[in-house]
């Protein structure tokens, strides 16, 4: 804890003392666990507090117990004197103000290369969540047992009507309910939350093109009209799955650490917040719009499959 | 739910509704600019050559854009000291997410347009009307992710929702008070969708008599 340098000897060793007691008696462990936040580092402090060098009134002036100074100066990258020299000749040749700080210091390239990992583990993991929600609501809004029928319609129009941003809050809130925090759980709680939000309207035209095909008796059955059925609401399907892959960037709100969460944390500690964000818009943009590409593939696959089935019949 | 209706401040329902104002401002906004540009669009596309390539290719571009980011661009890339013919371009949250809205809503205009036109040039008036519908529905998915202003701090409905919640001890209270935040948000964009099923059903009404008419 930082105190002022000077007149403050007193409050820092009563700060030190207590601290040590927290650690040493587990508070600080309790209040993190009721909080269901990671304790690894705290179950860390208190093994050491309660070694016997380390337990006395004078443990924290021992070294072998406090913790080394943080080292402030940031690492730079191998390649930082290469990005600082094309940011330098962009500028010289062509007036442009290229400021690229996730790729000079390491801790922020680092973090870089985590987020656009954890953006792509996010988008795919909502791609396949979106669907599997599609295929589950469109099955059960598409039943002829009405209880079902009922139950998924009401949970499709609750969902419906909850801002995206809140069923994010409300996964969020369930899911460390039960779950310490960690990446692992907000990327899990963002893609149900985003699969939950996109399948259920996805699976809505599944059931419409269900109840479409019943309506105009064809001979199709159980698995069989339910494959035309996906052909004949393809479009739809095709564009929830797109709003899935464009809505990830929003869980950075819950703490997903995708890229905007990121480049956000990078910004706070480097400059070049335009360039940054900038690239992110870009980055984006670009994977939407490979999304967009493969959705299409699919859509065609499913509407050529359902032109056969019809052709068939 | 007594216990919390107990624990919920007594301006909440006030600072609520005003909040949900916030969010009907944005969605307007939104949608005035995209009309404007995405008709622009439209009409280029029908228009087709070099125009129709430049505005199809601006709409891809659009559609692809997330929200969100383009939210946090305009908050973090915008020159704070920004100008536009000498008046001072400086931001306020709430044209933030308006106009981070406005690819998605002149992409949506400019498709929706594009088909009313060609209905329009076409002959079909009803088939050129069902643009009021899906603009409209277009209206309530703007109400809905304006709530994405909650996270740069923009006192909308979504934002008083958890302000509120974060003084609730107990998750379940915390539930509850979401669902009530949802059944907020539900009413109108349940009515809305209602409406816009009613007016689809009396121009399919208007299209069957049309037809029958011509034959």
Redesign the interface.
């Known amino acids: 804890m930082a105190v002022a340098r000077q007149g403050s000897d007193e409050l820092a060793r009563a700060l030190d003392l207590i601290s040590q007691i927290f650690h040493r008696d587990g508070l600080f462990l309790d209040i993190a666990r009721s909080q269901r936040i990671g304790t690894t580092f705290l179950e860390q402090q208190q093994r050491v507090w309660r070694k016997p060098e380390c337990n006395t009134d004078s443990g924290a002036t021992n070294p072998a117990c406090v913790l080394a100074p943080l080292a402030a100066e940031l690492k730079p990258t191998p390649f930082a004197g290469a990005v600082s020299a094309f940011e330098s000749w962009l500028d010289s040749h062509a007036d442009i103000e290229l400021s690229l700080p996730m790729l000079k210091t390491a801790p922020a390239w680092s973090m870089f290369q985590e987020g656009v990992l954890n953006s792509l583990i996010l988008i795919v993991g909502a791609l396949i969540a979106t669907l599997a929600f599609a295929l589950l609501f469109g099955a059960a809004m598409g039943s002829r047992v009405a209880p079902l029928r009922w139950l998924a319609r009401l949970v499709t129009?609750?969902l419906?009507?909850?801002?995206?941003?809140?069923t994010l809050?409300?996964a969020a809130?369930?899911v460390h309910?039960f779950f310490t925090y960690s990446d692992a759980v907000a990327l899990a709680a963002s893609i149900a939350a985003l699969g939950l939000a996109n399948g259920s309207n996805a699976g809505q035209a599944l059931s419409e093109a269900v109840w479409s095909l019943r309506a105009e008796r064809t001979t199709a059955r159980g698995f069989d009209l339910f494959t035309r059925a996906l052909g004949r609401s393809a479009t739809q399907i095709v564009a929830f799955l797109i709003n899935a892959a464009?809505?990830?960037?929003?869980a950075?709100?819950i703490g997903a650490p995708e890229l905007?969460s990121a480049l956000?944390d990078i910004?706070s500690f480097s400059s070049g917040?335009?360039t940054?964000?900038?690239l992110?818009?870009v980055f984006?943009?670009v994977v939407?719009?490979g999304v967009?590409w493969l959705c299409g593939k699919l859509r065609l696959y499913l509407e050529g499959r359902q032109r056969r089935a019809e052709a068939v019949a | 739910m007594n216990s919390l209706l107990a624990e919920l401040s007594g301006d909440f329902l006030p600072r609520f509704l005003v909040g949900m104002a916030v969010n009907f401002e944005i969605a307007v906004v939104a949608l005035a600019i995209g009309l404007a540009l995405g008709m622009l669009l439209a009409l280029g596309r029908l228009r087709g050559g070099a125009a129709g390539v430049a505005a199809a290719s601006a709409v891809t571009l659009m559609r692809a854009a997330p929200t969100f980011v383009v939210m946090f661009f305009l908050l973090n890339a915008l020159p704070r000291e920004a100008s536009l013919f000498g008046m001072p371009l400086a931001l306020s949250g709430v044209m933030t997410v308006a106009l981070s809205l406005v690819p998605y809503s002149a992409a949506y205009v400019s498709d929706a347009g594009l088909d009313a036109l060609r209905h329009w040039r076409d002959g079909s008036t009803v088939g050129a009307l069902l643009f009021l519908p899906n603009v409209t529905r277009a209206f309530f998915v703007l109400v809905m992710s304006s709530s994405a202003g909650a996270a740069i701090g923009v006192t909308e409905g979504i934002t008083v929702i958890l302000r509120q919640a974060e003084q609730l001890h107990s998750l379940d209270d915390r539930l509850l008070l979401f669902a009530l935040g949802i059944v907020m948000f539900g009413i109108p964009l349940q009515l809305g969708f209602a409406l816009i099923g009613l007016v689809q059903r009396s121009l399919g009404r208007r299209a069957a008599v049309t037809d029958e008419a011509s034959a």
Not at chain 1, 160 to 166: E, F, G, T
Not at chain 1, 246 to 250: C, D, E, L
Request: aromatic letters at 8%; hydrophobic letters at 50%.
């Open positions: 129009v609750t419906q009507s909850s801002p995206i941003v809140l809050v409300i809130a369930i309910a464009k809505g990830t960037p929003i950075s709100f905007l956000t910004t917040r335009a940054t964000y900038t992110l818009l984006y943009t939407v719009i967009v």
